[in-house]
């Protein structure tokens, strides 16, 4: 069902404002998601849902701040594509990413390393290294503070440097 | 070959890197006549993330950071959940790295395993490395998305049910069988095949214990529902060790009965004891919430924890 201002619109509007959502975002969230998943397959699909949910929001037309709006759906859904699919297991091994990344040019080391951060922890490494997005950007595509964001950031480069020391994957 | 990671700088860099190279297989996708995306391929992956790995044993580790202990009605010590030290959990990170490269592999491997067979894998340099622990078991894991369509003589040690809190409806069921049917000296006799035929690793089919379940996990509720639910469930001995950190476990008493729960996982775990065996069941929150800020209710995941506990 869609809002009175889609419906005021029509359809050619509605098309116009879809293709552009695609256009303008669709690599960022697509990395956005790969930056937390880790894998390729998983980020297609994810992308793709992302997408699916956002196209079919009532409210499209009428959000503002339509990429922390994407970030924040896309944020949700992987970490819940993560989440559900978390075993318990007794064969200790991390599926790492090798068959799906065939045109990505493998990087055991950073993967390594990533493998060791949560979900949630990686999302915000991708939001501020890759994406670049300032504190204020990631408190609101997190729900959180900017000085909370700020201090999850610090912490999280403390560990990423623990994990380098330590070595794990020499 | 690239420059070895030796601060969090070459981290950033090297993430960023690798960010420019990915681009999505099937670019953007949109159905132009009808204005509406189409999902091309929602590929039921299954993505194996270990970052709560338990590795059973009975010896209990010197200089465990935390602990968490529960103890049954009778006062009596059931469990003893460590987390590992740094030193302790490297070997389990190695073991990880070696295998990280053969996902595929095992997952082809499994997709190809009749119901009542494990598949044991060696791979050379991992067992070269890191010895017998280096010998990986796995299964295809038996799945089911209809409620009516679990065996009848699937019997948990729990009350399954259709709807959680009469409301929250069953997803996914997925169990696996027991290891029993191990054999002594396997990855040895393994390793010594692997090299006479000269090959990076190594398989042997086996038969599964079919009569006894060693892990269940079932979902319920999702992104149509205002929760959603993983309970995970396994046998265990008296002492679990963990990679999990376990230091934001409170424990709760709710009507006599001992639980961990953890605010910050949403999770709370409980141990039930049959006359035979006992078991580690794991109740998790997993849909995050609009507002990071609002939490599941203890109440809610311990009305669940009642409702599965006979």
Redesign the interface.
Same mark, same amino acid.
């Given at each position: 069902m869609y809002s009175k201002m889609m419906m005021y619109r029509g359809e050619a509007q509605e098309v116009d404002v879809r293709e552009q959502l695609l256009e303008q975002y669709y690599m960022e969230i697509f990395r956005y998601c790969y930056g937390i998943l880790r894998n390729r397959q998983d980020a297609e699909d994810a992308t793709q849902e992302v997408f699916l949910k956002a196209l079919e929001s009532p409210q499209l037309a009428e959000i503002d701040h339509k990429s922390a709006w994407l970030y924040k759906i896309a944020y949700r859904h992987c970490i819940n594509r993560a989440k559900r699919n978390k075993l318990l297991q007794f064969i200790p091994f991390i599926e790492s990413a090798k068959e799906d990344t065939t045109s990505i040019e493998e990087d055991f080391e950073l993967q390594t390393i990533l493998q060791q951060l949560k979900v949630e922890e990686r999302a915000l490494i991708v939001l501020r290294i890759v994406e670049d997005k300032s504190f204020d950007e990631i408190a609101i595509i997190l729900s959180i503070t900017a000085a909370t964001a700020r201090k999850r950031y610090e912490r999280l480069k403390g560990k990423v440097q623990k994990i380098i020391k330590r070595g794990a994957f020499e | 070959m690239?420059e070895?990671?030796? =601060?969090?700088e070459?981290?950033?860099q090297?993430?960023?890197e690798? =960010?420019m &190279?990915?681009?999505?297989?099937?670019g953007?996708?949109?159905q &132009?006549k009808k =204005?509406?995306?189409i999902?091309?391929?929602?590929?039921p =992956?299954?993505?194996?993330?270990?970052?709560?790995?338990?590795?059973t044993s009975t010896v209990v580790a010197a200089f465990s950071l935390t602990n968490l202990q529960f103890f049954g009605k009778d006062e009596q010590p059931m469990l003893n959940m460590y987390e590992m030290t740094?030193e302790e959990a490297?070997p389990?990170? +190695?073991? +990880?790295?070696?295998?990280?490269?053969?996902?595929?592999l095992?997952?082809r491997l499994r997709e190809d395993l009749a119901n009542d067979q494990y598949l044991a894998f060696l791979d050379v340099e991992a067992y070269e490395a890191l010895g017998e622990s280096a010998l990986?078991?796995?299964q295809r894991?038996k799945k089911f998305e209809d409620f009516s369509q679990i065996p009848a003589d699937f019997s948990p040690p729990f009350l399954l049910k259709e709807k959680l809190l009469g409301e929250i409806q069953f997803e996914e069921l997925?169990y696996?069988y027991n290891?029993e049917t191990r054999v002594d000296n396997l990855a040895q006799s393994m390793y010594q095949e692997a090299l006479r035929l000269n090959v990076p690793y190594i398989t042997t089919e086996h038969k599964l214990n079919t009569t006894k379940i060693?892990?269940i996990?079932l979902?319920y509720g999702g992104?149509d529902f205002e929760y959603?639910f993983?309970i995970?469930i &396994?046998p265990v001995s008296d002492t679990l060790h963990t990679t999990e950190n376990l230091s934001h476990y409170t424990k709760v008493v709710h009507e006599g009965e001992e639980f961990y729960y953890s605010e910050s996982d949403q999770t709370l775990l409980y141990v039930h004891q049959t006359q035979t065996e006992q078991y580690l069941l794991?109740i998790?929150q997993?849909?995050?919430m609009? +507002?990071?800020?609002d939490k599941i209710p203890l109440e809610k995941l311990l009305a669940i924890a009642e409702e599965l506990i006979p």
């Open positions: - | 690239k070895k990671i030796t =601060s969090f070459d981290f950033a090297r993430l960023k690798e =960010s &190279q990915i681009e999505p297989w099937k953007i996708v949109v &132009q =204005s509406c995306f999902k091309i391929k929602i590929a =992956s299954l993505v194996m993330l270990f970052t709560f790995l338990f590795v740094e490297k389990h990170f +190695d073991y +990880d790295e070696f295998m990280g490269k053969h996902r595929g095992l997952k990986t078991y796995t894991p997925t696996m290891y060693d892990y996990s979902m992104f959603g993983q995970t &396994q794991e998790r997993t849909i995050v609009a +507002d990071a800020k």
